[in-house]
């Protein structure tokens, strides 16, 4: 059985991590930027399990990974629910145009 190496692992999550923050810093709208983010975490977390491959206990670069997928869920959820209120108050999604924060 071939053994992928680790360096590939890296440049996949390299790549996955410049998109992720890529759309984080270009799109206009709250969901847009969320999903940036979790683009970035989904590469911490691929670090994370392909580490863990070399790790002679084997199991806390996995458990750290499912710990971050647990947060990322939650960090979501209140996400969002802040995007929907901020919606529901300034009826857009666009960072630039919800002024009455930056005051």
Do not use: C
Not at 52 to 59: A, G, T, V
């Amino acid at each position: 059985m071939n053994i992928i190496p680790l360096e590939h692992y890296l440049i996949v999550a390299a790549a996955l991590f410049s998109i992720g923050l890529t759309i984080t810093i270009t799109k206009r709208h709250f969901i847009g930027i969320l999903l940036g983010i979790e683009l970035m975490l989904n590469a911490v977390n691929l670090n994370l399990v392909a580490f863990s491959r070399y790790d002679p206990e084997k199991l806390s670069g996995q458990l750290f990974a499912l710990f971050v997928i647990v947060v990322a869920a939650a960090e979501v959820t209140v996400a969002l629910a802040i995007i929907l209120r901020v919606y529901g108050h300034f009826k857009t999604v666009d960072p630039d145009k919800v002024s009455e924060l930056k005051k």
